[in-house]
């Protein structure tokens, strides 16, 4: 079973593979009373909470939203089964941008948090608060920190699917792409592709991979973070 919002635009190709397999429903990280419903009606033995607004351009542009969405929803989320299903395991998404400002690499467990902007800040409101519901109220909250992870059903504001998109429009001489970047402008104008800062170094992971490694966190008898991907950040 998978949450939709109302105000969403679903790419019902990403599910194409999956028919008949996966129940669609609504629910919104901004509304407990929506998540009660759901849970109350399903009994979810596990939930993962992948959702957050993670488009590196609005959380700069909606900073408040971006907070209620990935830290205060989060919340939310572990709020409800507590109330409702406290049996039920959940799997929170914790996210390599917590790090922030490194002074080594690559990190481990043990490396401190420094987010350096808002949308890692509201991701480690919710790492903390996980720990906090695991350790207080004894509910299975597991924690994946996850580095950059790719497929092709990537959406196209991001790195990857942007210089995929450019490369393509380029091949057939496209100079005024139709797809727009987070700006309204066309990804590729006047035949060229524009990007943003250079000096980040990422570490790519394949979703697919990443996914089954999430599922693992199940495997586990109390709350701990799983170590999803090497990586080399500076």
Request: proline residues 6%; aromatic residues 10%.
């Given at each position: 079973?998978?949450?939709?919002?109302?105000?969403?635009?679903?790419?019902?190709?990403?599910?194409?593979?999956?028919?008949?397999?996966?129940?669609?429903?609504?629910?919104?990280?901004?509304?407990?009373?929506?998540?009660?419903?759901?849970?109350?009606?399903?009994?979810?033995?596990?939930?993962?909470?992948?959702?957050?607004?993670?488009?590196?351009?609005?959380?700069?542009?909606?900073?408040?939203?971006?907070?209620?969405?990935?830290?205060?929803?989060?919340?939310?989320?572990?709020?409800?089964p507590?109330?409702?299903?406290?049996e039920?395991?959940?799997?929170?998404?914790?996210s390599?941008?917590?790090?922030?400002?490194?002074?080594?690499?690559?990190?481990?467990?043990?490396?401190?948090?420094?987010?350096?902007?808002r949308?890692?800040?509201?991701?480690?409101?919710a790492?903390?608060?996980?720990?906090?519901?695991?350790?207080?109220?004894?509910l299975?909250?597991?924690c994946?920190?996850l580095?950059?992870?790719?497929s092709?059903?990537?959406?196209?504001?991001?790195?990857?699917?942007?210089?995929?998109?450019?490369?393509?429009?380029?091949?057939?001489?496209?100079?005024?792409?139709?797809?727009l970047n987070?700006?309204?402008?066309?990804?590729?104008?006047?035949?060229k592709l524009?990007?943003?800062?250079?000096?980040?170094k990422?570490?790519?992971?394949?979703?697919?991979?990443?996914?089954?490694?999430?599922?693992?966190?199940?495997?586990?008898?109390?709350?701990?973070?799983?170590?999803?991907?090497?990586?080399?950040?500076?």
């Open positions: 079973m998978g949450l939709l919002r109302k105000t969403s635009n679903p790419r019902p190709e990403n599910l194409g593979h999956l028919p008949d397999q996966i129940v669609l429903t609504y629910g919104d990280l901004l509304d407990s009373f929506s998540l009660a419903q759901v849970v109350q009606k399903y009994q979810p033995d596990e939930i993962y909470n992948l959702a957050s607004q993670s488009y590196p351009g609005e959380s700069w542009r909606l900073p408040i939203e971006t907070g209620e969405i990935t830290g205060l929803g989060a919340h939310r989320l572990f709020e409800v507590r109330q409702v299903r406290p039920s395991r959940i799997y929170q998404a914790s390599s941008e917590m790090y922030g400002d490194v002074q080594g690499s690559p990190q481990n467990e043990k490396t401190p948090f420094h987010p350096v902007n949308y890692a800040a509201a991701k480690l409101y790492h903390r608060i996980a720990e906090i519901y695991s350790g207080s109220y004894g299975f909250v597991a994946g920190i580095f950059n992870h790719e092709p059903r990537r959406g196209v504001h991001f790195l990857t699917q942007e210089v995929a998109h450019g490369g393509a429009c380029v091949t057939l001489g496209i100079k005024d792409s139709p797809s987070e700006q309204g402008e066309p990804i590729v104008k006047d035949g524009l990007v943003g800062n250079f000096d980040p990422r570490h790519w992971g394949y979703v697919a991979i990443t996914s089954k490694r999430c599922g693992s966190c199940f495997n586990k008898t109390r709350l701990r973070t799983l170590w999803s991907e090497r990586a080399r950040l500076q």
